[in-house]
């Protein structure tokens, strides 16, 4: 059964939110759900991939699709031990 859930969010997130949905062709209350249903799983795996658009709208941040994350960790060494 499904139940309805509100929710307060920033304008922004929701409207690049619904904009990733309409071009997914998924509705965005199967986005959420989904999401939360990764969350609160016991084996963590899930039927698809979390997009890094989700995975940003998380933290707050944008992540790059084609961020290269060695070099980024091998930079935040390089920093760390100078």
Known sequence: MDTKLTLK???????????????????LSRIVEAYLQSLTSEKNETDFEISPFV????????????????????????????
Do not use: C, H
């Open 9 to 27: 969010l920033n304008q922004q997130v929701i409207e690049k939110a619904k904009k990733y949905a309409s071009e997914k062709k998924i509705s």
């Open 55 to 82: 995975k940003s709208i998380t933290t707050g941040t944008n992540i790059s699709t084609n961020l290269d994350y060695k070099d980024e960790y091998f930079d935040y060494l390089m920093d760390k031990y100078k």
